[in-house]
């Protein structure tokens, strides 16, 4: 599902209440340094023929036309989502287009929270994390342990280094919400210990304040590939529950 426009919404989600999703890629493409084989927008080969990035005006005046209008229909909005189709921090915009998301929150909806879901490849920027740890929820993505292992559920451009990314997120100091898809492909199972063990570990490392753990909900890129109940979630990340980690399960990835 590849985003039309560049402020979308408001989606109604349980977790999130009435949200308003901010789409930094281009209106009708997709931009990733990931290619996930589970990810709702396509492969990254499908959407190149749109490659205009929303500029930082764009962006801050379609959400202030927006807030406005949700603002005269009484419509309430309780979160403002960085999501959409690709990676936002590639936006060379990012951190501007933040401070204005901000600025427009406090003035038209002031108890919003606002969120940005990132693949986390970006964190080591300066002026990236700086923007990051300004709002309210950042969540950072790791599906898996090591490199080689990330190159069979990623696929990340040439470069990526997960020991670097575990590095730079330390930054946070646990402020942070990481978040974990698990799936089974052909040759990748989120189940084996592997992955798993690894994976716990890196909880224990950087200590997020919430750990999100999710599989998949709907149609994906590769072919094959299967979800996990909530149940089966919940006992791989039963030992960090029982340390004392707060844990999220969901069984299906919410509307944004
Ligand atoms: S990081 Fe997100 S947008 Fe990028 S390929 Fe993976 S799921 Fe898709």
């Known amino acids: 599902m590849v985003r039309e426009e560049t402020v979308f919404g408001p989606i109604f989600s349980r977790r999130l209440g009435s949200s308003l999703g901010i789409n930094l890629l281009p209106e009708k493409g997709k931009i990733c340094n990931f290619d996930c084989i589970y990810c709702e927008c396509g492969w990254n080969r499908d959407g190149r023929n749109d490659t205009v990035l929303p500029t930082a005006a764009k962006v801050r005046g379609d959400l202030e036309r927006m807030l406005v209008k949700l603002g005269a229909e009484g419509t309430p909005v309780d979160s403002i989502t960085f999501s959409g189709d690709g990676e936002p921090t590639l936006n060379p915009e990012f951190p501007q287009i933040i401070d204005d998301t901000l600025r427009l929150r406090d003035r038209y909806y002031p108890q919003a929270k606002v969120s940005v879901l990132s693949n986390a490849t970006r964190v080591h920027i300066p002026e990236v994390f700086a923007a990051l740890q300004r709002v309210d929820n950042p969540i950072m993505k790791i599906d898996a342990p090591t490199n080689e292992l990330i190159e069979k559920i990623n696929q990340p451009v040439p470069g990526y280094d997960v020991a670097r990314v575990v590095e730079a997120l330390k930054q946070f100091n646990g402020n942070f919400v990481l978040q974990t898809c698990m799936l089974r492909s052909p040759d990748f199972?989120?189940?084996?210990?592997?992955?798993?063990?690894?994976?716990?570990?890196?909880?224990?490392?950087?200590?997020?304040?919430?750990?999100?753990?999710?599989?998949?909900?709907?149609?994906?890129?590769?072919?094959?590939?299967?979800?996990?109940?909530?149940?089966?979630?919940?006992?791989?990340?039963q030992p960090i529950i029982d340390e004392g980690y707060r844990v999220q399960i969901k069984g299906a990835v919410e509307d944004i």
């Open 189 to 237: 199972d989120s189940l084996r210990p592997e992955v798993i063990e690894g994976m716990l570990q890196i909880v224990r490392i950087l200590k997020p304040r919430e750990w999100m753990v999710y599989t998949i909900d709907r149609p994906t890129p590769m072919q094959g590939l299967q979800k996990f109940s909530p149940q089966e979630m919940k006992a791989l990340v």
